[in-house]
């Protein structure tokens, strides 16, 4: 399993362009009459501003779904191929493709159903409180969220391996033959990615304090009436739980720039003293940044639709943030990632012995090669015989 997600450079291009036939087919199935369209009026969480398909019909959508479907995988191969010629055109496609799939279309939905999985996982087993169906938790319409933000994940992949093959660099780590950027080395990823950190773990504290109020009766940022609600109901206690979620997260936030991100610490005791793998820490937050820009862009957009009374701030305005807090997580996950890359093995570089090397290389490339002067080199009365000898003091 660790050697084929190592070689996504390879399949990256194949599934995404698997994964754009199969939601083609499912357009082309809703053009035809088929069930199950899950956008617009459809959609039984439907509400103005929830989703940017929020006006979608099955009529207009499911075939456009159905065409760019058709040329997502067709594209998806060339670029599996590295086909050269329309570079531009491919890798545009590819990098709208995987923001549009994992940013503009998934709502925070997503993040709500992330947040709540490890109780949903329990309410597998133990049923859902007051006899709620599992089917009303979890429909149809937040399973296709998550279907689309894999789409675009893939796309994001596809795209990168792509980009770097047909610049020339290392598939795998993206290094090329040139030094390495002065912002991209491990002592300027830790100084910028340490801000990056403070602020992707600061944002979501003022949201856990206000869950936090609400669990000890303190009716903060809502009103009393509200508050009354949420007491009677029992939802103050699912706040709690998110909130908890929320400050673990914060935790982990700051693992990006502790000793113990890196090595396990004591506590972990069947793992302790050894190395922790970076793509722990840099696959789950980079897919936590972008499930968390586009919950913060939909809080944006229910804002611009909804006329929500200040004095229940704490259920709406922490939230705005949230696109900053995604922002920052993913600047932190790349200086994380880019401080603990070490070297590269399928290129080599990036080594002790490349960090000495490289920029003696880079010249030896650029460099114009010295034009040589062929001098007589016998000794008199004998016969001459041309060698080529350096100049500039060089060693023949």
């Not at 191929?81 to 998934?106: D, E, H, I, S, Y």
Request: a positive charge; proline letters at 8%; glycine letters at 12%.
């Amino acid at each position: 399993m660790r050697k084929f997600m190592a070689s996504w450079p390879r399949w990256a291009g194949y599934a995404a362009a698997a994964w754009s036939l199969g939601y083609g087919v499912l357009g082309l199935f809703w053009a035809l009459g088929g069930s199950g369209f899950p956008f617009g009026r459809t959609d039984p969480d439907w509400e103005p501003g929830l989703s940017v398909l929020g006006a979608a019909t099955p009529e207009v959508a499911a075939p456009l779904i159905a065409v760019l479907g058709a040329l997502g995988s067709v594209a998806g191969l060339a670029i599996a191929r590295g086909v050269r010629r329309g570079r531009p055109l491919l890798l545009g496609f590819a990098w709208v493709a995987a923001a549009g799939l994992t940013v503009v279309v998934p709502d925070n939905r997503v993040l709500m159903l992330v947040a709540y999985a490890p109780l949903l996982a329990v309410f597998v087993f133990t049923g859902v409180p007051g006899g709620q169906p599992m089917a009303e938790l979890v429909p149809w319409s937040r399973v296709n969220l998550f279907i689309v933000l894999a789409g675009g994940l893939l796309w994001a992949l596809a795209a990168l391996a792509y980009q770097r093959r047909t610049a020339g660099r290392c598939v795998a780590c993206g290094r090329g033959g040139h030094r390495t950027a002065r912002w991209a080395t491990p002592a300027a990823a830790r100084r910028w990615g340490l801000w990056a950190v403070v602020v992707a773990a600061a944002i979501p504290a003022v949201y856990d304090a206000s869950r936090f109020a609400w669990a000890a009766g303190i009716p903060l940022g809502i009103t009393e009436e509200f508050w009354r609600w949420l007491d009677e109901s029992g939802l103050r206690w699912a706040g709690l739980f998110l909130s908890l979620m929320g400050l673990g997260g914060a935790i982990l936030t700051l693992g990006l720039v502790q000793r113990w991100g890196e090595v396990y610490p004591r506590w972990i005791w069947f793992r302790a003293g050894r190395p922790v793998p970076p793509m722990l820490a840099v696959v789950p937050a980079s897919i936590v940044s972008v499930i968390v820009l586009s919950g913060g862009l939909t809080f944006w957009r229910l804002r611009m639709v909804h006329d929500y009374a200040w004095d229940m701030w704490a259920t709406w305005a922490p939230s705005l943030v949230w696109p900053v807090w995604g922002v920052a997580l993913a600047v932190a996950t790349l200086a994380y990632h880019l401080r603990r890359r070490g070297a590269c093995r399928s290129c080599g570089r990036g080594g002790p012995a490349d960090a000495h090397s490289g920029p003696q290389e880079a010249r030896l490339v650029e460099a114009p090669e010295e034009p040589q002067e062929v001098r007589p080199v016998n000794a008199p009365g004998e016969p001459q015989e041309a060698r080529p000898v350096a100049v500039h003091g060089e060693q023949p």
